[in-house]
Structure formats: structure tokens, C-alpha cells
């Protein structure tokens, strides 16, 4: 993994720590929002009219579900 992906493992452990446990659902889900939300970042603004969506951010975001 490259150094942003670990800075995301580490953001999502956070999240999901609950004292003395971490919850690795809860972990493993903010990851994987975290990397959506990068991936969309990158692309933001990068206009495409595929289904009716305004931009390439909007159509990642909604394909994973991630508001």
C-alpha cells in the first residue's frame, strides 16, 4: 500500500475505535468510504453525461453509495 492508503487504514481505525476494541465492520466500511471519496476527489468536476449524471464525481459517489 502506498503512504495515503495507510494514512486512510489509519483515519478508518479511528473511527471505528471503541476504547480498548476497535469495531473491524465499522473499520472496514469507513475505508472503504474513505477510498470512494479519494477516488471521487481526483475526478471532481470532470463533466460526463453518462446516465444523467453531472459529473464523474457524482456518478462514483452514487455507484458505492457514498453521499
Do not use: P
Request: charged fraction near 30%; glycine fraction near 6%; charge should be negative.
Amino acid at each position: 500500500m502506498n503512504k495515503r492508503m495507510l494514512e486512510l487504514a489509519k483515519e478508518a481505525e479511528w473511527s471505528a475505535n471503541r476504547g480498548d476494541d476497535v469495531d473491524v465492520v465499522v473499520m472496514m466500511e469507513k475505508f472503504a468510504e474513505l477510498i470512494v471519496r479519494e477516488c471521487a476527489d481526483l475526478v471532481q468536476g470532470v463533466t460526463t453525461d453518462t446516465m444523467g449524471y453531472h459529473s464523474a464525481d457524482q456518478k462514483i459517489k452514487q455507484h458505492f453509495g457514498v453521499e
